[in-house]
């Protein structure tokens, strides 16, 4: 396909059913990718943003702001390790480089990169690892990551945040280049999610957990797209007389130690959700603060039970991993 | 050749002696180190710092000053003691090199050495840095340029190809590569190991300018530095200097297996002899 007019494109695609799709309208879906944008808004402020991606500009909807800054946008095609690599170099010359790529060609492909040219030489580089954990569904491993907050997090000087929606995302992006240094991982889904905060008077800030709702007799601590879902258990379980307290923990490291302590202490139950092994990731994370504070509750991690995702459209995905609300729910309740 | 000119190309030689008799005494400190690759890298050193490139000793962080990558970090004992002698920072700082705690270690560390312009060690990242470096100073339309030195053992990293393809899709005309190509590698010679060759036609077909250089002869890399097209021209240059691993001290340059060595005093001092002698 060859540059087009793009008027003249859709007109020869009249007669197709509204319910066929392509690649750019596919995109209208992904409302909750809002780096792109949100970097569009910051960019007059802050020349010294630039944005690369690998051939996913526009899954990523990194586009929305490489239409603005055209000058300011870098696709480098196929070549993600060149990318993040260049990225460091970009951020020596006093530029905000944020770098976005499906999670499993960013924080698993460029694993050694980041690590290396990136972390240890401690660069204000932003990653975006967007269609993480099982988001990309029957694509299948390849396209999954699972594994990519127990890499990242696992390297000095990376901040790692797993933002639940667009209006947070945009948030935490924001905090990202007015007050925050050094390195950071986002890990995002594919943007079509529901909104967790639009209609939540909350704010989110890095390293600090947003209490989503208040109980007692459980807790859930959740990061990234099974905030939603989290929320969902909630209801359920409310309806049956069990008080949840729904904890979105968008920052994995560094991780809001007093509220997981806080939490332990009042609740004395708490459940992780991710969409990741549960080997390294949030839950891994917070076990640590509970261990080595000597907080004594009941715990679970729940996620991807060392595993590789089996085949399917992702929302069946998600609840055959007991990941959607109902699923959470019946975990939650084992564990009373 | 005028006088000036035959004074700088004796400096330069000398600055290239030093480095290599200082890596020397700094591989004692440790105990091994990379002599075969640093020695092969020693003229090309000195004639960066003493003669190409724009820097402020006192001011590292100079924005607009010519950026240095080593995509092979391991020869960075032999370009400590040049910026040392320019005056990044004090004999006696570089000589706590590899010892507990120091900013010195067998790669280079560019938050603990003033003058590194990017942390190395990892083969193949050095020429992605300074495609980022580049495109940076276009952004800013700033008129450094940004130099990566490479092994030729590093062409078997693919990224080496990302960056390449990607530096000349840019148009990074203020990009200079320069590629170490003294045949060996750690494991034995190149081209009975993994062939990289032909370098040239390579590098050529992936849209770049190439030169090719003695890289001990001082006079030819000035002239090659001197020939670099204007910092806004569009197309990136490599160098291919060649090289002898070794360079300088005579058993070394018979093997490959001097990469990474350790000396005995007496042969140090053998070593140090024939480096004086070097013509």
Redesign the interface.
């Known amino acids: 396909m060859v540059n087009k007019n793009l008027t003249e494109y859709y007109g020869s695609l009249s007669h197709l059913d509204n319910e066929s799709w392509e690649l750019y309208r596919s995109l209208e879906l992904a409302k909750e990718l809002t780096a792109g944008e949100t970097l569009a808004k910051l960019g007059d402020e802050h020349p010294e943003i630039?944005a690369l991606c690998a051939d996913l500009g526009k899954p990523t909807r990194l586009i929305d702001f490489g239409n603005k800054y055209p000058?300011?946008f870098?696709n480098?095609?196929l070549?993600e390790?060149?990318m993040?690599?260049?990225?460091?170099?970009?951020?020596?010359?006093?530029?905000i480089?944020f770098v976005a790529t499906y999670a499993s060609f960013l924080g698993l492909l460029c694993a050694?990169?980041i690590r290396?040219?990136v972390a240890?030489?401690?660069l204000k580089v932003r990653l975006i690892g967007t269609h993480t954990g099982i988001a990309m569904g029957y694509y299948g491993s390849s396209h999954h990551a699972t594994e990519d907050i127990s890499i990242v997090r696992s390297m000095a000087n990376m901040t790692v945040i797993s933002p639940c929606d667009g209006t947070s995302l945009a948030d935490l992006i924001e905090e990202s280049v007015k007050t925050y240094d050094g390195p950071i991982y986002f890990r995002v889904s594919r943007g079509r999610e529901d909104s967790v905060y639009k209609n939540r008077n909350i704010k989110s800030k890095i390293g600090r957990a947003n209490v989503l709702r208040d109980g007692n007799d459980i807790a859930i601590i959740a990061c990234g797209v099974t905030v939603q879902w989290a929320l969902e258990a909630a209801e359920i379980l409310a309806a049956e007389g069990i008080q949840a307290k729904i904890i979105d923990m968008h920052t994995i490291k560094p991780i809001d130690v007093d509220c997981i302590l806080q939490t332990a202490k009042e609740v004395g139950n708490i459940v992780t959700v991710e969409e990741h092994n549960i080997m390294g990731g949030l839950g891994s994370a917070v076990a640590e603060i509970l261990m080595e504070n000597g907080a004594h509750c009941k715990f679970k991690r729940h996620g991807l039970n060392d595993e590789y995702s089996i085949i399917g459209k992702p929302y069946y995905l998600y609840g055959y991993y007991k990941l959607d609300g109902k699923g959470i729910a019946e975990v939650a309740k084992k564990q009373l | 050749m005028s006088t000036q000119t035959e004074s700088k190309i004796l400096l330069i030689n000398e600055k290239a002696k030093m480095s290599r008799i200082e890596t020397v005494r700094l591989i004692e400190k440790a105990g091994s180190g990379h002599y075969g690759s640093s020695f092969s890298s020693s003229e090309i050193f000195a004639t960066l710092y003493y003669h190409v490139m724009n820097f402020d000793a006192k001011n590292p962080k100079w924005p607009d000053r010519d950026r240095f990558v080593m995509g092979k970090g391991h020869a960075a004992v032999g370009l400590y003691p040049i910026l040392q002698d320019l005056g990044f920072y004090s004999k006696e700082l570089l000589d706590t090199y590899v010892s507990l705690g120091s900013p010195f270690g067998d790669h280079p560390d560019m938050n603990k050495i003033p003058g590194i312009d990017f942390s190395s060690g990892s083969i193949g990242h050095g020429l992605s840095v300074c495609v980022g470096m580049s495109l940076g100073a276009r952004i800013d339309g700033k008129k450094y340029r940004s130099f990566c030195l490479m092994g030729d053992g590093e062409l078997h990293e693919g990224q080496v190809w990302e960056a390449a393809m990607s530096a000349a899709n840019f148009k990074l005309g203020n990009l200079v590569a320069i590629c170490d190509n003294n045949k060996v590698t750690v494991d034995g010679v190149i081209s009975e190991m993994m062939s990289i060759y032909p370098i040239r036609e390579k590098f050529e077909a992936f849209g770049w300018r190439v030169v090719e250089v003695d890289g001990h002869d001082v006079k030819a890399l000035i002239e090659v530095f001197d020939s670099l097209p204007d910092v806004d021209s569009e197309v990136p240059t490599l160098i291919i200097a060649d090289t002898l691993s070794g360079k300088g001290v005579s058993w070394m340059e018979k093997g490959y297996e001097w990469h990474v060595a350790n000396l005995a005093p007496v042969d140090i001092e053998r070593a140090i002899k024939e480096i004086e002698e070097m013509e």
């Open positions: 630039v000058d300011r870098f480098f095609g070549a390790k060149n993040v690599t260049a990225a460091a170099g970009l951020a020596t010359t006093g530029k480089p050694e990169q290396t040219a240890y030489p401690n």
